[in-house]
């Protein structure tokens, strides 16, 4: 059943339906999966087998909910939902430090995690494509949009009662999937957000992760590292490339403590010159204000890694400015942040921008190549699937089929 399933993936059929009346047409299909040309199963004995290979429910989140509001949009063109405040990241590291790392998907994925690590991802470490004593891996995401309208109905009778506005829960067919934004394409979506893990240096997918679409990618990343090392305790995690979505100070925190190198693109966003705020920096690092007068200091976020400096004319008491020219509209006065020297996100090692900084954060890209392959060579979004358990296995069979051909690369390039 699985090596039929796998032919399907390889022979680009997105539905279960007719793969199975596929195999009973066509004998070569059926001599190659195992089955003999007059006896091949139905549609249902794949579901059976696949249930067989997921323990309990199907999804995640009960069928029955509350609808959730859709995220906000970016800002300007191309820019992301802010869904999520990277100040809450140490939130979320200390979280799945504290509780077992993977959780209810450790569960889930335990038995067809186990053959995807046994005979596909064995496979590559054998064959030298993953060396997992010093992995380099690359992180993106990206959308994945499985439905035109959101997948549910109502349960009460609030519709016919004239109630626009109902805030009854909902019966959802595919509870785990939302609406996100996506950000390239510029609309709303409905689906998951996918989050996947890929060797920098041989392109192959190691492990992937479906979010909620509103899910931000910094959680989503950090999810799924702790299910890489939940899954794959003895495996060594030596460098981590991601792009400026992750730009927090508690991801480099995180890093250094597991004796991780990050590569994270600095995120500028929001972010302007000292010159074009209206204050400049002397010799001591002290601000200026427009007027030449050293702003006084107001104490420093440890959490942000920045000192605060004040207006020297600034009542603290009564949180009232009494200069006579005002540099800006706020009635407390001039506010500036002066980021520390000991901030790893802006010193990092090596420096950022250096020649050995670009060469190694130029293998990024290596991620956005396998989501590439995996949703559009492979048709992920064409899945006609409503539960997670389907989108998992299809996922995880996406991934087989690719280290398959880079086993063809692989002893092509040998002889």
């Known amino acids: 059943m699985l090596r039929s399933y796998l032919l399907s993936i390889w022979l680009k059929s997105s539905s279960l339906v007719d793969w199975a009346e596929r195999l009973r047409s066509d004998e070569s299909l059926a001599i190659l999966s195992g089955f003999s040309h007059d006896h091949t199963p139905s549609f249902g004995a794949f579901y059976d087998f696949f249930h067989r290979l997921w323990p309990g429910c199907n999804n995640f989140l009960p069928h029955l909910r509350y609808r959730i509001k859709k995220p906000s949009k970016g800002k300007s063109n191309g820019e992301k939902s802010p869904s999520f405040d990277k100040d809450n990241a140490a939130t979320v590291i200390k979280y799945f430090d504290r509780h077992s790392a993977g959780g209810i998907l450790m569960t889930k994925l335990h038995i067809i995690g186990e053959i995807y690590s046994r005979v596909f991802l064995a496979s590559s470490i054998h064959k030298d494509l993953l060396d997992v004593r010093k992995l380099v891996l690359a992180g993106d995401g990206t959308p994945v949009k499985v439905s035109n309208r959101e997948r549910s109905h109502s349960t009460c009778y609030c519709n016919e009662k004239g109630i626009v506005n109902c805030h009854h829960k909902r019966w959802f067919s595919q509870p785990d999937a939302n609406w996100g934004w996506d950000s390239s394409r510029?609309?709303?979506?409905?689906?998951?957000?996918?989050?996947?893990?890929?060797?920098?240096?041989?392109?192959?997918?190691?492990?992937?992760?479906?979010?909620?679409?509103?899910?931000?990618?910094?959680?989503?990343?950090?999810?799924?590292?702790?299910?890489?090392?939940?899954?794959?305790?003895?495996?060594?995690?030596?460098?981590?490339?991601?792009?400026?979505?992750?730009?927090?100070?508690?991801?480099?925190?995180?890093?250094?403590?597991?004796?991780?190198?990050?590569?994270?693109?600095?995120?500028?966003?929001?972010?302007?010159?000292?010159?074009?705020?209206?204050?400049?920096?002397?010799?001591?690092?002290?601000?200026?204000?427009?007027?030449?007068?050293?702003?006084?200091?107001?104490?420093?976020?440890?959490?942000?890694?920045?000192?605060?400096?004040?207006?020297?004319?600034?009542?603290?008491?009564?949180?009232?400015?009494?200069?006579?020219?005002?540099?800006?509209?706020?009635?407390?006065?001039?506010?500036?942040?002066?980021?520390?020297?000991?901030?790893?996100?802006?010193?990092?090692?090596?420096?950022?921008?250096?020649?050995?900084?670009?060469?190694?954060?130029?293998?990024?890209?290596?991620?956005?190549?396998?989501?590439?392959?995996?949703?559009?060579?492979?048709?992920?979004?064409?899945?006609?699937?409503?539960?997670?358990?389907?989108?998992?296995?299809?996922?995880?069979?996406?991934?087989?089929?690719?280290?398959?051909?880079?086993?063809?690369?692989?002893?092509?390039?040998?002889?």
Request: glycine share 6%.
């Open 186 to 415: 510029n609309f709303f979506f409905y689906g998951y957000n996918l989050y996947l893990f890929t060797d920098a240096n041989s392109g192959l997918p190691v492990f992937p992760i479906l979010e909620r679409a509103s899910r931000h990618d910094l959680p989503a990343m950090l999810h799924g590292l702790a299910c890489i090392k939940a899954f794959f305790a003895d495996w060594n995690i030596s460098v981590l490339i991601l792009d400026s979505a992750h730009d927090a100070t508690a991801v480099y925190e995180m890093c250094n403590k597991s004796s991780i190198t990050p590569f994270i693109d600095l995120n500028l966003r929001g972010t302007k010159s000292a010159e074009e705020k209206g204050y400049t920096i002397s010799d001591k690092g002290v601000p200026i204000c427009p007027l030449g007068l050293p702003l006084k200091p107001d104490g420093t976020d440890k959490k942000r890694h920045r000192a605060k400096y004040i207006c020297p004319k600034t009542k603290y008491a009564e949180r009232l400015c009494l200069c006579d020219k005002r540099c800006t509209k706020s009635t407390y006065g001039r506010v500036v942040h002066i980021s520390l020297k000991d901030n790893p996100r802006l010193f990092c090692d090596p420096p950022r921008g250096s020649p050995q900084w670009k060469q190694i954060y130029n293998k990024r890209t290596s991620a956005e190549r396998a989501n590439k392959r995996i949703k559009i060579d492979g048709l992920l979004e064409e899945g006609r699937h409503h539960s997670s358990m389907m989108w998992y296995i299809r996922l995880l069979k996406l991934r087989s089929c690719e280290t398959a051909k880079l086993f063809d690369l692989y002893h092509f390039l040998k002889k």
